[in-house]
Each structure stands twice: as structure tokens, then as C-alpha cells.
């Protein structure tokens, strides 16, 4: 089992910055994918960013690139999401998430980004 712990969501204003924090516990790290995913009311969830633990190649949604960072921590087991120049656009719950196997298997239970024009 792992165990993700999403924080550093709240409002901000458009133009402005929020770093988020995923924590992930539970079991020892391999050749993880760690992600970024987000949902707004009435939308469907969308990839937004995500790292590979091992080497540390990263991968943007066309919608971020430019404006979001993701970046991780290996001795914290914690990886980041970078947000500047926010729209309201951005507005959504953003969960993380880890692919141990291919695919993302745990998820965190999200935390909300409100961006207010």
C-alpha cells in the first residue's frame, strides 16, 4: 500500500502562485511515475504534470506548460507542483497520484485550487 497526502491548495488570485505538495508513504520507492491529475465541477478529470522517481524526466499538459513545475524530493518521498500565472481556469481539485506498475494505482484524496479573476 501507499499512501499520498496532497496540501498547499487555497484561493488565489489570477496571475498568482500556489505550490502543492503530494507525500507519499507506505512503501519502499522504485521505478515510480509520480503524477499530478485534476477535476473540475462538471469536468472530467485531466492529467496535469508527472515525474518519473528514476531519472526525473517530467511531462506537462499543454494547458501548464510554461506556467506549472513539478519536481520531487526523493529523501522527503514528496513531490511538488509549481503553479504560477494561475487562471481561473485552473479552478479544480487536484489529486496526486503513483503508478507502480504502469499504471496509477493510489491516489491521494485532493486538495482544492480556487483561482478567482
Known amino acids: 500500500q501507499v499512501q499520498l497526502v496532497e496540501s498547499g491548495g487555497g484561493l488565489v488570485q489570477a496571475g498568482g502562485s500556489l505550490r502543492l505538495s503530494c507525500a507519499a508513504s507506505?512503501?519502499?520507492?522504485?521505478?515510480?511515475?509520480m503524477g499530478w491529475f485534476r477535476q473540475a465541477p462538471g469536468k472530467e478529470r485531466e492529467f496535469v504534470a508527472a515525474?518519473?522517481?528514476?531519472?526525473?524526466?517530467?511531462y506537462y499538459a499543454d494547458s501548464v506548460k510554461g506556467r506549472f513545475t513539478i519536481s520531487r524530493d526523493n529523501a522527503k518521498n514528496t513531490v511538488y507542483l509549481q503553479m504560477n500565472s494561475l487562471k481561473p481556469e485552473d479552478t479544480a481539485v487536484y489529486h496526486c497520484?503513483?503508478?507502480?506498475?504502469?499504471?496509477?494505482?493510489?491516489w491521494g484524496q485532493g486538495t482544492q485550487v480556487t483561482v478567482s479573476s
Open positions: 507506505g512503501r519502499t520507492f522504485g521505478s515510480w511515475t
Open positions: 497520484a503513483v503508478a507502480t506498475s504502469g499504471v496509477y494505482d493510489y
Open positions: 515525474i518519473r522517481w528514476v531519472g526525473g524526466s517530467t
